[in-house]
Each structure stands twice: as structure tokens, then as C-alpha cells.
């Protein structure tokens, strides 16, 4: 069942009329590009405990098995590309005060031209370094697919030579302050947002909808089935992210 013709004419005006709009996407919005999501069907978190992988615990207990599943997402995420809705997005953004909140890792915002977004849990093509503040880009290497394998060796600091570890947020972890802090801010001081493809189970992202909702603004979500967050907003609409946000934001 598509989402009717009245709800999209709806949001069409409302995108128009706001004076600013949030989009907060999940793993739901690179479903349609080829990238599994975490939770439910096909989902990351089916094949691999994530406490095995998405904690530092994990890392120092073994992190050529964390570095391999990683390199492994790498590859995978080589062989997509952004969809429609990424798209949607990034070209709402040159017409509209837009803040892009994202707990995706996959980069694949940025593939499709959204500039400045906050991303919420890092970013899988950057590294840290566990002992100081050095990161490396590897997104560079995005179109010239270097082999990766899990018998390759624990990439290492090039300031210090201590182990370098994936730029994301695992489980326990904060959240960069100033990010949050930012997407609290927007979350709180819009008119419009979109809860773009996710369960809306981990927190803190997971209360900006709430946050947004209770200071005022008109929540909608876009994911393909309800969620943890579906009673939050005001309106869901049950369809797939990539052919749903270009009708309201084109
Ligand atoms: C479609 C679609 C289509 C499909 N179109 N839709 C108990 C209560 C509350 C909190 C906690 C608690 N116990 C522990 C916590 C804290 C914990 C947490 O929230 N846990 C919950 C799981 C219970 N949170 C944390 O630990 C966070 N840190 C923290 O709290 O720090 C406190 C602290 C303060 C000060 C000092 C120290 C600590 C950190 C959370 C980090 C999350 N990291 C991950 C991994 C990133 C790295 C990696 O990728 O390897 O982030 S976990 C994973 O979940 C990833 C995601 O960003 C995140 C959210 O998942 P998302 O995006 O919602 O995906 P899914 O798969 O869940 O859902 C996909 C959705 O798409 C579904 O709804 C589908 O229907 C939909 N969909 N196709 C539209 N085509
Ligand atoms: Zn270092």
C-alpha cells in the first residue's frame, strides 16, 4: 500500500513551509543501496553477536577477528552505491534549512553530496588511534579496491605505532560530544523531522525523535515497518526509504 496521495501533498507543504527540517536516517536508508541493516531480517546483528564485535572489549580481545569483519564491511560497501533517497536528501538540502543527523557508518551520505551532516556513530572509512589523537581517512581508497582480507595485518599508528581501531561509536561508548550536542540543538529547535530507517533502539540517537516531538515539531516517519519510535510521531509512512523521500522532497 502506498502512502496516499493527501499525506505526500501534505508533506510537500509542510518541507516548503518549515522554516527548519531535521532528517535522521538509520540502516534502513542504505537498505535499498545493498548495505544490511543490524537488526531484524538479514540484518548484521543475526550472523555476528554484537558483543563480539561492537565493543572495545571485544577489540582488545581480538582485534584482527574485529578489523577482519570491518575490512570485510569495506569491501562490501565498495560495491554500492547511494540511492534515491540519499539523493532526495542531499538535493533538498540546497533548497531548504536541512540538518542531516545520520547513525549510519557507511559514508554513502556523503557519496550522494550531503555536506555537513552529523554523523551520529562515526564513520567505518576512519581510524583512531588507541593511544593518541591521530586519525586516518581511508575513504580515499573508495574506488581503488585494495585487498583486505583478515590475514591482513592490524593497521598501526603512523605518529605512535599503537593500534589503530574503526572511527565508530561501539556499544558502551560515548558519542563525540559535540555531535550529540548538535543534533540535540537541531532536533529540538525544528519544525519538521524525518525518522529516516531505523528501529530506534539504541540511544542516545534513538530520543531525538522524542526530543523533537515534545519541543514542538511535527514528526514523521519513513521506515518500512513500525518501530520502537512509531508512536512518537505524528505520522509513519510504511514504505521503503528510496522510493518514499524523493515524492516528499523532490
Ligand atoms: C527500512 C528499509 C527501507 C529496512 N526503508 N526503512 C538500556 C536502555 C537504554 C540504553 C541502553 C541500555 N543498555 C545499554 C544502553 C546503551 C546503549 C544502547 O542504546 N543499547 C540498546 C541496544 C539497548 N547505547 C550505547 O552504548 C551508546 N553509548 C552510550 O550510551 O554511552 C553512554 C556513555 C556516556 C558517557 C561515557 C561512556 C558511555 C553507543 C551506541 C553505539 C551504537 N553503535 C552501533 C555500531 C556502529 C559501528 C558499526 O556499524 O559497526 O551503531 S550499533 C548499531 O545500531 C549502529 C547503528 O547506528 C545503531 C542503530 O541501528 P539502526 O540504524 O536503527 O538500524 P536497525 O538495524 O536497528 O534498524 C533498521 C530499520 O530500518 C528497521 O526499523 C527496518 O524496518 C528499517 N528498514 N529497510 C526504510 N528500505
Ligand atoms: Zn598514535
Known sequence: MGAT???????????????????????????????PTYRGQGGLWKNFRAQDLATLDAFQRNPALVWGWYRERRN??????PNDGHRAIALAAGRVHLTLATQNVDGLHAFAGSVNFLELHGNIWREQCLSCPT???????????????????????????????PSVVWFGEA???????????????CDLMFVVGTSGEVQP????????????????EVNIEPTLLTERCNVSLFEPAGRVLPKILA
Open 5 to 35: 496521495e493527501a499525506v505526500i501533498t501534505d508533506l510537500r507543504r509542510r518541507v516548503a513551509d518549515a522554516a527548519s527540517v531535521v532528517v535522521f536516517t538509520g540502516a534502513g536508508m542504505s537498505a535499498e543501496s545493498g548495505v
Open 76 to 81: 562490501r560497501l565498495l560495491e554500492v552505491e
Open 135 to 165: 586519525t586516518d581517512d581511508r575513504s580515499r581508497h573508495w574506488l581503488e579496491k585494495v585487498t583486505q582480507g583478515e590475514a591482513d595485518p592490524l593497521p598501526l599508528c603512523p605518529d605512535c605505532a599503537s593500534l589503530m581501531r
Open 175 to 189: 558519542l563525540d560530544g559535540r555531535v550529540i550536542e548538535a543534533a540535540f540543538r537541531a532536533a529540538e529547535g
Open 205 to 220: 540517537a534513538a530520543s531525538l525523535p522524542v526530543l523533537a516531538r515534545r519541543a514542538g515539531a511535527y514528526v514523521v
